[in-house]
């Protein structure tokens, strides 16, 4: 297996083979997942923090099972009334955190690179469960497994991401990965959601959808990132269904085979029509939150590993 990480801030530091070794581990999760133990003790005796600054319910949720499941102590700090609202800094805080010894650190922020500087500040695995606009590893890492489990491969393949590119860690994420995997990515939304320079990620971009779902294997919604818009990007929702929202006039254009995704929460009847995120010969939505458990696992253990191997090598050395 090759993983040698300490951390897992992003995709784009990753090799493909790392990438390989963390989906073939976490479909050996998945299996465990969908057995009647549903445990392992490969954590035990560490602690995981969960740090959560903005507000999830599914990531959050995914996290805290995962490391249940491989035995570690679990501890969900409550941001919203830590001492971070009360004036300290990051560096404080993550100062604080190592001073309890924890093991992994799973941390989403809303600033892009605040994840990164907590890694250089604390003596423990840190895992980036996204920050700002920069990235959201995971997430690509279990919609990765998702589109291999649902399509055989994941090489070769073209692959549509749709709707809020410009506010979207999701998409960034997606967009390295896929990329590093050979496949053809293409970008599909209005200009006002389209971040300045998104041709040079060697991606196509289209803002018709029709044209940009031509032949794809794969069709990846977005939710409008409302919370991150400061301005008029959408003349209105409604607007924005008739010329984004996936319904089955559009999802024609792809292949007849193309499987349907969505990170989450969704905005039925704006981003996707409800009848087409149930369709269960289409849609491999409920799978992603299925696979997004077992791709946590497996980052948590590729990292303890790596971080037991540091700490006794750094042992025989004292």
Do not use: W
């Amino acid at each position: 297996m090759t993983f040698n990480a300490a951390h897992l801030l992003g995709i784009e530091h990753l090799h493909p083979l790392e990438i390989t070794t963390i989906l073939d581990l976490a479909d050996t999760y998945v299996a465990l997942n969908r057995s009647s133990a549903k445990h392992s003790d490969v954590l035990r005796g560490m602690t995981q923090i969960n740090m959560f600054f903005e507000n999830s319910t599914r990531t959050q949720a995914s996290f805290e099972l995962a490391g249940k499941r491989l035995g570690a102590d679990v501890m969900n700090m409550s941001m919203a009334s830590s001492s971070v609202k009360k004036g300290e800094t990051l560096i404080d805080t993550a100062l604080t955190l190592n001073a309890m010894h924890p093991d992994l650190l799973v941390v989403r922020h809303g600033s892009s690179g605040a994840v990164d500087l907590l890694a250089q500040k604390v003596n423990c695995a840190v895992l980036n469960a996204g920050d700002g606009r920069h990235e959201h590893p995971t997430q690509a890492l279990l919609d990765a497994l998702t589109i291999r489990r649902a399509k055989g491969r994941l090489h070769r393949l073209t692959v549509a991401i749709c709707g809020d590119i410009a506010h979207s860690r999701v998409a960034r994420s997606n967009l390295i990965l896929l990329g590093k995997m050979e496949n053809r990515v293409r970008l599909i939304g209005p200009p006002t959601l389209m971040p300045a320079g998104v041709a040079e990620f060697g991606c196509e971009v289209f803002d018709n959808m029709r044209a940009g779902l031509e032949g794809a294997d794969v069709v990846m919604m977005l939710r409008l990132q409302k919370e991150r818009m400061d301005g008029g990007f959408i003349p209105s929702e409604r607007e924005y269904f008739h010329r984004y929202g996936l319904d089955s006039e559009k999802l024609a254009y792809a292949k007849d085979d193309a499987i349907v995704m969505h990170p989450g929460p969704m905005n039925r009847g704006v981003e996707i029509d409800g009848a087409i995120a149930d369709d269960i010969n289409r849609s491999v939505i409920q799978e992603q939150v299925e696979m997004g458990v077992a791709v946590r696992m497996a980052a948590m253990d590729l990292l303890a590993r790596n971080l037991r191997a540091r700490r006794l090598e750094e042992a025989a050395n004292v």
